[in-house]
């Protein structure tokens, strides 16, 4: 079924402009992709029988505009779960000591699955309070712990950022990503913990050929038409445009920032458009999915808890 509709709109969406050919890559429709895995939760929750139901916490140091962006948008799809999930705010000031120790009351408490809401403030040793997540509540993946089982190709739960952008190449036409990377070039440009660097390993471990980029890489531009697959996560906005693409390649924007009061990727949409054959775009793209697979996690952590 996948396949016909990638070939359905992939004939609907080309044209002719001015007497030139034009093919305008496919937008991945994340908001679908991310309401399909939210209905298939639903309906395996409503054969397990709870006594209370699963619960979620989330530690939120301060406040930022993009973790309120993130935060609000897991409030309404655990409404749509009927998931009871709980903010536990601290001041930005806060010291990592002191956090630590809060975390530890926290992990008393019932909860099927704790996250740290990122970023942290500058100060606060931030692998230091991830490590502090029990792996049976780690949901997120991002303990040493799981980082460790993820890099020895070891894990039977991936970060939902990781798991959305190997869906996304599944809905750009890849069968299995994690077999049919082999002889591809990948470009990731950004190295943070929670996409660069996972992201390359989990890559590497299935065979890709790997480039990857961060803010001291010199002519950006030469690597990242490179790429076969091409995924930006810096959060520097509209980083990336279409003179920087590889015709026909599959792009997935894993930035984030606000400007002038709107969410925008580090992709120029427009432009890479006209030279990709797929696009994952911000807003819309990778966010809705990633949502969705965090809570996908907190079922499996339950599941893989109760055996």
């Known amino acids: 079924m996948l396949a016909i509709e990638i070939l359905r709109r992939s004939l609907a969406e080309k044209y002719y402009l001015n007497n ?11 908001k679908k992709i991310a309401q399909e895995i939210l209905e298939d939760i ?6 397990i029988k709870f006594k209370k139901g699963l619960r979620l916490g989330i530690i939120l140091v301060g406040d930022n505009d993009a973790s309120e962006s993130f935060i609000k948008q897991k409030k309404k799809v655990a409404n749509f779960l009927g998931i009871k999930m709980k903010i536990f705010n601290f001041p930005k000031n806060i010291t990592t000591r002191k956090l630590r120790k809060e975390i530890q009351k926290i992990k008393k408490m019932r909860l099927n699955g704790l996250i740290i809401q990122l970023p942290l403030p500058g100060h606060i040793n931030k692998q230091y309070i991830l490590n502090s997540i029990p792996p049976e509540l780690d949901v997120d993946c991002l303990a040493e712990n799981s980082v460790k089982k993820l890099y020895a190709n070891n894990y039977k739960i991936l970060p939902p950022t990781i798991e959305g952008i190997f869906l996304i190449l599944k809905h750009s036409g890849i069968n299995d990503p994690r077999n049919d ?3 591809k070039t990948v470009v990731i440009v950004g190295t943070g913990d929670l996409i660069g660097k996972p992201l390359a390993v989990i890559m590497i471990n299935n065979g890709a050929t790997i480039c990857v980029c961060n803010e001291y890489t010199k002519d950006l531009k030469e690597k990242t038409l490179l790429g076969d697959i091409l995924v930006s996560g810096t959060g520097k906005a ?17 930035g984030f920032s606000i400007k002038d009061g709107k969410i925008v ?4 949409k ?8 797929f696009v994952s775009p911000v807003p819309g793209g ?13 079922l499996k952590k339950y ?3 109760k055996i």
């Not at 639903?42 to 054969?47: D, P």
């Not at 279409?242 to 997935?252: C, S």
């Not at 990727?265 to 120029?268: L, R, S, T, V, Y």
């Open 20 to 30: 030139t050919f034009i093919i305008m890559a496919i937008i991945i429709d994340g």
């Open 42 to 47: 639903k309906n395996e929750l409503s054969t």
């Open 181 to 183: 990377l082999k002889g």
């Open 238 to 254: 509209k980083l990336i445009n279409g003179d920087m693409i590889k015709e026909g390649a599959i792009v997935i924007d894993a």
């Open 265 to 268: 990727g580090d992709i120029e």
């Open 270 to 277: 427009e432009s890479v458009s006209k030279k990709a054959s």
């Open 286 to 298: 990778l966010g809705p999915i990633t949502t969705a697979l965090l809570f996908k996690n907190l």
């Open 303 to 305: 599941k893989l808890n």
